[in-house]
């Protein structure tokens, strides 16, 4: 019998290190799972369910950042889709460049793990993105969701990225090294990113495959994971790439939620102010204000016509006061 999500997700696990919080994951994946330490700094947690496998790559810090029951991500989805799922969690950035790692995939290989699954899906952010293309090599015809990924740290192809300098002396040249060429076993792969994030773009354009959809969501920002979670839209998104129906049309329906999105709004808001698209910043504003009450938008609104009155430009109708 497969282990009832719902029992544990009631659990809340806030405030435990790392070392107690994998100890309570291996409680609660009970027979029917594991928690494996992988060295000092990875882990795999597994909970079975049904024949759709999710392998999520997730950091320790972000997942006590984003859930307040401290549960990995992939719980709270492959829950809500009945799935089986695979967490590789990592204490810190890590890009999970550890023998330990690659040994564990090695042994999956071995054993016919993702054999055992109808369908298998690998899921991450940032550098847990550049994990689950990566590792996704180890089953073939897999399916691979991943948002803001790198595509390597290794200096002598993106030197251009100084904001992991730390990394620069970590091997990204041996096994599951340069992820995008991993992504080759995959059906099929998508990279979504935030163009006006200039070095995203730029690794997001190492990553372009016959078989990778590269997908732009402009002004997201540089948490594009929880943009992503905060209008309810990652859920979907993995339930569409399982059902085979994601696609870039669905992507940009799906992407329809950031024009609620208050934070999504006052981003896009600010770079019409920094271009100086006065016209524009006055829709955008009356587009926000005609559906809720919003002082940073109106101020702008009354500054556009004011900078507008003063160059003489067309401005469109105001209907605010």
Avoid at 41 to 52: G, L, M, Q, S
Avoid at 154 to 171: K, L, Q, V
Avoid at 225 to 245: D, F, V, Y
Wanted: with cysteine; aromatic share 12%; charged share 25%.
């Amino acid at each position: 019998m497969a282990i009832e999500y719902p029992h544990a997700l009631e659990t809340s696990l806030s405030g435990l290190d790392w070392d107690d919080w994998l100890s309570r994951m291996d409680e609660l994946a009970d027979a029917d799972g594991y928690a494996e330490l992988l060295g000092d700094r990875h882990a795999a947690i597994f909970i079975e369910n049904r024949p759709t496998l999710l392998v999520s790559f997730e950091n320790y810090d972000t997942i006590r950042a984003i859930s307040p029951e401290f549960q990995p991500i992939g719980w709270q989805l492959a829950r809500a889709l009945g799935w089986s799922h695979l967490c590789l969690a990592c204490k810190g950035d890590t890009w999970f460049r550890e023998n330990r790692v690659y040994g564990y995939f090695d042994r999956l290989v071995d054993d016919g793990f993702f054999e055992e699954f109808d369908q298998v899906i690998f899921y991450g952010a940032g550098s847990c993105g550049y994990a689950a293309a990566a590792f996704s090599v180890a089953a073939p015809g897999a399916r691979v969701l991943t948002v803001q990924p790198q595509a390597t740290l290794d200096p002598r192809i993106s030197e251009w990225d100084h904001r992991f300098a730390y990394m620069r002396r970590t091997d990204f040249t041996t096994r599951y090294g340069f992820a995008p060429d991993m992504l080759d076993a995959a059906s099929e792969a998508f990279v979504l990113y935030d163009p006006e994030i200039e070095m995203d773009a730029m690794h997001s354009a190492l990553f372009t495959r016959p078989n990778v959809t590269r997908f732009r969501m402009r002004f997201m920002g540089n948490r594009l994971e929880r943009g992503l979670i905060r209008i309810n839209i990652l859920l979907r998104i993995l339930a569409q790439l399982s059902a085979g129906k994601l696609n870039e049309r669905s992507l940009a329906q799906l992407y329809r939620a950031r024009r609620t999105d208050v934070p999504y709004l006052k981003q896009t808001l600010s770079r019409l102010e920094d271009d100086g698209r006065l016209y524009l910043t006055a829709r955008l504003a009356q587009y926000v204000l005609g559906r809720s009450p919003g002082p940073r938008f109106r101020r702008s609104l009354r500054a556009a016509y004011e900078r507008a009155e003063e160059l003489g430009v067309p401005m469109p109708p105001r209907d605010d006061e």
